[in-house]
C-alpha cells in the first residue's frame, strides 16, 4: 500500500501545528480547560498522522523506534512522582505544593479579580501537567504504534516477540488525572 | 493458656492438639516395635500379588483425575445438567446475570 | 422539566449501553458498548455539577459574586475519561489478539473457557 | 527518618509506583539488576505495609492528607468542617488487608522472579505487577469514594493485563477479555453510585457521607449497584463467571495476588455496608441478602470445582467457595448489627471468623496455587487427566500442596480449621442449616482436593514425567513463606484473632469511630 505524495508532505507540514497546540494545552492547564492528558493526546495525534500518512515500517526507520517512546513513557512518570516525593523531602508532605509562592519556577502568587493568567503561577501543578503530558504522550502513541503492528500480517514469530510488550500501556494512565 | 481460641461454645487449642496426636503417634510406634518382623526384603514377599497376574503397566494403574468421583457426577445427574450449562462461557451471559442479580437484589431490598 | 433532561439522557444511554453489550455478539460493538456506557455515567457527573447560570470555575476570570459550576465533578469525569481510554484500549487490543488466535470476533464462538 | 514515617500512607503507594516506572528503564539499560530491582521493589513496598499496619493497630486510626503538610486535620479550618482534600484512612481492617496483600505479594515475587526468567517482555510484567499490588494498596487503605474507583480500575485493568500475558493459544486473552468487561461494567456502575451519593451528600469523603446517609431510595440504587459490582469484584455466585475463566489462563504466581485482588473487593462490599451505610438500614434485610450470597457461593463454587479438569480451574472454582464462607461469616455479624445481645453472644464471633477466614484463605490458596503452578512449570500440563505420579520427583511441591490442601479443608492444625470453627460455632448459633451446609461443603472441598493430590501427586512414577526435576530455589522459597503463615496462623490463633482480627472486626463494627477519626467529632 503507498500513500501519494500530496497527504505525505500535507502531514509532515501538519504535525508542528500540531505539536505545538498540544504543548499550548499542556503549558496553560492550570490556567485554562486542558492540562496534561489532553495536551499530551493532542500531541499523540500528530504521531497518529504520521503513522496514517506513512507506513508503520516506514516510521520506524525513519522516525523514532517504538521503544523511545516507551522511555519517554517512563520519563514522564518518572518525573511525576519524583516532583510528588520532593513535597515530601522539602516540606514533609507527599504532593505538597513546594513551589506555590515561593518566587522560584512557576512561583508567584496568584492576582486577585478578573486578569488574563499568569503562567508563571501554581507551582508544582504546571510541573505535573508536564510530566503528565510527557507520559500520555509516550503511551498513546506507544499505543497507537503498536496498535498499526498489529494490524499488519505477521509471521508467528514476530508476532509472539511483539505483542505480549504492549499490555503495559494500557494499564497505566488510570492513577493520575 | 496460650492457643486457647475461643468460639463463643467452647475453644479450640491447637498446641494441646498438636500434642495429643504427637502422643498418639508415638505410642503407636511404640506397639508397632513390638511386633515382630516377618517378612523379609527382596523376596517374593514385597511383590505386589495380583492374583497370579503380571504386574501391568506403571501408567495403567494410576486412576487419572478424571476417572474419580465418576459416581457422584452421575448420582447428581439432575443437579449438574442444570448447572453446567449456565457456566456458558458466553460473556453477554455473565452481564445478564449480573443485570438480573442487581434487580433481585434491588427487589428484595425494597420489598422487606 | 428542561433542567431533568440530561438525565432523561443519561437513563436513555445507559438503556441503549447496556442494550447492545448484553445483545450485541459482536465483540467489538460489545466495546462500543462499554464505552458508550462510560459516556453515559460521564454525562450523569457533569450533569450534577451544573448549576443555574453558573460559569466556568476558572480563578482568574470569575466576576464578583458570579455562581460557579462545580469542578470536582468535572475532575472526577475527566478522570475517568482516563481510565476509559486506557480500559477500551485493552480491551480492543485484546479483541485484536483473540481475533488473530481463533479468526472470530463472535462471543458465541469466543467459549473455549467454558463449564 | 520521622518524615517517613509521618508519611507512611503516601508512601503506601509512592514506593510501588515509583519502582514500577523506573523498571521499564532500568530493563533497557540494565536488564542485570531487574531481577534484584524487583525483588528489593516489592520488599520496601510490603515493608512499608507492614509498618503502616503496625502503626495502625499499635496507635490507632492513620488518617493522611493528601497535598497537605502531614498530619494536619482532614478537614482544614477554614473548609467549615468538610475534607476537600483526598484523605487516605486506615484503620484495623484496612490494615488487617494490607498485612495479607503484602505477605502475599512479597511471596509471589520471590516466585515469579524464578518462573519468568524464560519468558519476553519481563521489565513490564513486573511493572504491571506493581501496578497491581498498589491498586490493592490503595483501595484497602483509600477514605475517598472517588480514589477507591479509582484504584479499583487500575486494580482490574493491571489484573486483566498481567492474566494476558501468556498466551496459550488466545485462551489467555480470552480470559482476560471476560475478566475485563465484567469488571468495568462493575466499576462504572460503582461510579454512577458514587455519582448517586455524591448528589445528596456534595462530599466524597467516606466518613461524611456515612455520618449524614439516611433511607432514601436513591441511597438504596446506590447500595444495591455497590453490593452487586464488589460481589463480582470478589467472584461471589451469581456474579462468579468471569473469575475461573481469568484465573485459569493467568499466570500461576499472578493468580495468586488475583486471589488477594478480590478480596479487596470484598473489603469494599464490607466498608460500603458497614462504615459508609452502617446504622441507617435495616441491616437484618441486608445480612440475609449477604449469607445467600455466601451460601450460593459455597456451595455451587464446590460443586462445579469437583467435576473440573483442568486443575486451575478447579481451584479457581474453590476460590468463589471460599469467597462465601466470609460472605457467610460477615453477613451473620451483619444480620445481628442492631442486636447488641446477639453481638456479643455469637456475632462478634461471626465477623472475627469471617475476617480471620479472609487472611487465611490469601494464605492457602496463594499457596496452592504456586504449587500447582510449580508443577506445570515443569511438566507444561494443566489436566489433570494427565497428570501423576509427580510426587517421587517434586518432593517439596508435593509437601506445600498437602499443606495448601490440608488448610482448605480445614484440617487441624492448619489455618483453614481455626476460622472454619469459628464461623461454624457462631453460625450456628444463629442459624443451624446454615452452619451444616458450611460443613458439608468443607466435606466436598476435602473430596475435591483429594482427587486433585491423587491425580497429580500418588501413584507410579510415569515414563512420560521421569525426567520432571524440582523447581527452583526462589519459587521455593515463596512458597515457603506462605507455608510459614499457614501453619503458624494454625497454630497460634488465638494471637492472631486477639491482635489483627478482633480490632480489624470492632473497626467496622463501630463505624463511628471512623467517622471521628475523620471530622475529629465536629459534626
Excluded at chain 4, 512499608?48 to 503496625?54: E, H
Aim: hydrophobic share 55%; glycine share 10%.
Amino acid at each position: 500500500m503507498t500513500i501519494g505524495l500530496i497527504v505525505k508532505t500535507t502531514g509532515r507540514l501538519l504535525v508542528p501545528f500540531i505539536f505545538i497546540f498540544g504543548f499550548y494545552i499542556v503549558a496553560h492547564g492550570h490556567l485554562t480547560p486542558g492540562g496534561g492528558f489532553q495536551g499530551g493526546a493532542v500531541i499523540a495525534t500528530g504521531v497518529a498522522l504520521i503513522l496514517v500518512c506513512y507506513h508503520y515500517r516506514e516510521c520506524m526507520e525513519k522516525f523514532i523506534p517504538v521503544s523511545s517512546f516507551k522511555l519517554v513513557e517512563s520519563a514522564g512518570l518518572i518525573l511525576f512522582i519524583c516532583t510528588a516525593l520532593a513535597g515530601l523531602v522539602v516540606a514533609s508532605g507527599f504532593l505538597f505544593n513546594w513551589l506555590n509562592a515561593t518566587g522560584g519556577l512557576f512561583g508567584n502568587a496568584v492576582a486577585y479579580g478578573i486578569n488574563p493568567g499568569d503562567l508563571y503561577t501554581a507551582g508544582i501543578i504546571p510541573v505535573l501537567n508536564f510530566a503528565i503530558g510527557i507520559e500520555v504522550f509516550g503511551a498513546l502513541s506507544a499505543v497507537l504504534m503498536f496498535m498499526f503492528a498489529g494490524l499488519k500480517e505477521t509471521t508467528s514469530e514476530e508476532d509472539d516477540a511483539e505483542l505480549p510488550i504492549e499490555n503495559i500501556h494500557k494499564g497505566k494512565k488510570g492513577g493520575r488525572k | 493458656m496460650i492457643g486457647d481460641l475461643l468460639t463463643g461454645y467452647g475453644f479450640w487449642n491447637p498446641l494441646v492438639w498438636v500434642a495429643v496426636m504427637a502422643t498418639g503417634l508415638l505410642v503407636a510406634w511404640l506397639i508397632w516395635r513390638c511386633g515382630e518382623s516377618d517378612y523379609d526384603k527382596g523376596t517374593e514377599q514385597t511383590k505386589p500379588y495380583l492374583s497370579g497376574n503380571d504386574e501391568p503397566e506403571k501408567g495403567a494403574v494410576h486412576i487419572r483425575g478424571g476417572n474419580m468421583y465418576w459416581g457422584f457426577t452421575h448420582a447428581l445427574k439432575g443437579y449438574y445438567d442444570k448447572l453446567i450449562p449456565l457456566h456458558s462461557g458466553v460473556v453477554n451471559d455473565y452481564l445478564v446475570w449480573f443485570l438480573i442479580g442487581v434487580i433481585v437484589i434491588f427487589v428484595v431490598v425494597i420489598m422487606v | 422539566m428542561i433542567a431533568n433532561l440530561p438525565f432523561i439522557a443519561v437513563a436513555l444511554l445507559i438503556g441503549i449501553a447496556l442494550a447492545t453489550i448484553l445483545l450485541k455478539k459482536n465483540m467489538i460493538k460489545m466495546v462500543m458498548g462499554l464505552a458508550m456506557l462510560e459516556g453515559a455515567v460521564n454525562l450523569f457527573l457533569v450533569t450534577l455539577g451544573y448549576r443555574e447560570n453558573g460559569i466556568a470555575p476558572i480563578f482568574t476570570n470569575a466576576p464578583e459574586g458570579a455562581d460557579m459550576v462545580l469542578p470536582t465533578v468535572q475532575a472526577l469525569t475527566l478522570t475517568n475519561i482516563v481510565i476509559g481510554v486506557a480500559t477500551t484500549a485493552l480491551m480492543l487490543v485484546l479483541v485484536m489478539v483473540i481475533y488473530k488466535k481463533y479468526g472470530t470476533v463472535n462471543a458465541d464462538k469466543m467459549r473455549r473457557l467454558k463449564e | 527518618m520521622n518524615v517517613l514515617l509521618d508519611n507512611l500512607p503516601a508512601l503506601l503507594i509512592a514506593v510501588p509506583l515509583f519502582c514500577a516506572f523506573l523498571l521499564p528503564i532500568i530493563g533497557r539499560f540494565v536488564p542485570k539488576i531487574r531481577d534484584a530491582w524487583i525483588i528489593c521493589a516489592s520488599f520496601a513496598a510490603s515493608l512499608v505495609a507492614v509498618i503502616t499496619a503496625f502503626t495502625v493497630y499499635t496507635k490507632g486510626t492513620i488518617v493522611y492528607v493528601f497535598g497537605a503538610a502531614a498530619g494536619s486535620p482532614a478537614a482544614p479550618i477554614d473548609s467549615g468542617g468538610i475534607p476537600f482534600r483526598i484523605i487516605f484512612t486506615i484503620d484495623g481492617f484496612g490494615a488487617f488487608m494490607l498485612l495479607s496483600a503484602a505477605i502475599v505479594s512479597f511471596a509471589v515475587v520471590l516466585y515469579l522472579v524464578s518462573s519468568q526468567k524464560e519468558r519476553t517482555g519481563r521489565s513490564e510484567f513486573y511493572a504491571l505487577y506493581l501496578l497491581l499490588t498498589a491498586g490493592i494498596f490503595g483501595m484497602v487503605s483509600t477514605g475517598d469514594m472517588f480514589n477507591f474507583f479509582v484504584f479499583l480500575e487500575i486494580n482490574s485493568l493491571a489484573g486483566a493485563a498481567l492474566v494476558s500475558y501468556h498466551r496459550r493459544g488466545g485462551l489467555a486473552a480470552e480470559g482476560a477479555l471476560k475478566y475485563l468487561i465484567v469488571n468495568t461494567v462493575g466499576g462504572l456502575m460503582v461510579l454512577f453510585s458514587i455519582g448517586l451519593l455524591y448528589a445528596q451528600y456534595n462530599s466524597l469523603n467516606m466518613a461524611v457521607i456515612a455520618s449524614q446517609i439516611s433511607l432514601s431510595t436513591l441511597n438504596i440504587i446506590a447500595l444495591v449497584l455497590f453490593i452487586a459490582a464488589l460481589a463480582m469484584k470478589a467472584g461471589s455466585v451469581p456474579f462468579h463467571f468471569a473469575t475461573p475463566d481469568a484465573y485459569s489462563v493467568a499466570p500461576s504466581g499472578i493468580t495468586a495476588v488475583m486471589i488477594v485482588a478480590s478480596q479487596a473487593g470484598l473489603y469494599g462490599l464490607f466498608r460500603v455496608l458497614f462504615t459508609l451505610y452502617g446504622d441507617a438500614f435495616n441491616t437484618v434485610t441486608l445480612g440475609w441478602v449477604i449469607i445467600v450470597l455466601g451460601v450460593l457461593s459455597m456451595v455451587i463454587g464446590v460443586t462445579m470445582a469437583i467435576p473440573q479438569k483442568d486443575v486451575k480451574r478447579l481451584l479457581a472454582y474453590h476460590a468463589v467457595s471460599q469467597t462465601g464462607y466470609m460472605l457467610l461469616g460477615v453477613g451473620v455479624a451483619l444480620a445481628v448489627l442492631g442486636d447488641p445481645v446477639a453481638m456479643t453472644s455469637y456475632g462478634q464471633t461471626a465477623m472475627e471468623g469471617g475476617l480471620f477466614h479472609i487472611i487465611n484463605h490469601a494464605m492457602y490458596k496463594g499457596l496452592l496455587f504456586l504449587a500447582v503452578g510449580a508443577v506445570i512449570y515443569r511438566t507444561g500440563v494443566w489436566s489433570l487427566n494427565k497428570m501423576g505420579g509427580l510426587g517421587h520427583n517434586m518432593k517439596w511441591t508435593m509437601i506445600f500442596f498437602l499443606i495448601g490442601a490440608l488448610a482448605i479443608a480445614g484440617i487441624p492444625p492448619f489455618n483453614g480449621f481455626a476460622s472454619k470453627l469459628m464461623i461454624y460455632e457462631s453460625v450456628f448459633a444463629f442459624n443451624p442449616a446454615l452452619s451444616i451446609i458450611a460443613m458439608v461443603v468443607s466435606i466436598l472441598t476435602l473430596a475435591s482436593f483429594m482427587k486433585v493430590f491423587h491425580s497429580m501427586f500418588m501413584g507410579p512414577q510415569l515414563p512420560e514425567y521421569a525426567e520432571v526435576k524440582e523447581v527452583p530455589k526462589l519459587m521455593i522459597a515463596g512458597m515457603v513463606i506462605l507455608t510459614i503463615f499457614v501453619i503458624g496462623f494454625g497454630l497460634f490463633p488465638d494471637l492472631v484473632v486477639n491482635n489483627l482480627v478482633a480490632p480489624a472486626a470492632d473497626a467496622l463494627i463501630n463505624n463511628s469511630a471512623y467517622i471521628t477519626a475523620v471530622l475529629g467529632g465536629g459534626l
